[in-house]
């Protein structure tokens, strides 16, 4: 199974389960962190992105209980700043070394 057939049977999955809204709203979340782990991103385009998340996390706010969301929620908002100022996300993130060290 390639990654675009991958991915559009998880959106099946999403669809199949979920309201419209919900959906929208899982499909953007998604493609943010997409474009955020993008090999190249401009500051233009990090703006954006900022931008366009907490557009996403107000339309969250108005479907999700207030108890759903904490600090890791509003923790993506900062991703696209970070990735401006350090470079790729991909290449500071932990998951590598913590699959390492879990080995």
């Known amino acids: 199974m390639g ?11 999403i669809v199949g389960s979920h309201t419209k809204n919900v959906v929208k709203i899982l499909i ?4 943010v ?5 993008s090999k190249l991103n401009n500051k233009f385009e990090l703006e954006k ?5 907490a557009i996403t996390m107000c ?3 108005k479907i999700f209980p207030p108890s759903f969301f904490n600090i890791m929620e509003h923790l993506p908002i900062h991703l696209a700043v ?7 996300v991909q290449f500071r993130w932990m998951y590598p ?6 080995l």
């Open 97 to 102: 070394i913590g699959r390492f060290v879990l």
């Open 59 to 61: 339309h969250m706010e």
């Open 49 to 53: 992105i900022q931008d366009f998340l």
């Open 28 to 31: 953007e979340f998604s493609n």
């Open 33 to 37: 962190f997409r474009q955020l782990c």
């Open 3 to 13: 990654s675009e057939e991958a991915q559009l049977s998880h959106v099946d999955a």
């Open 82 to 88: 970070e990735a401006s100022m350090a470079g790729a």
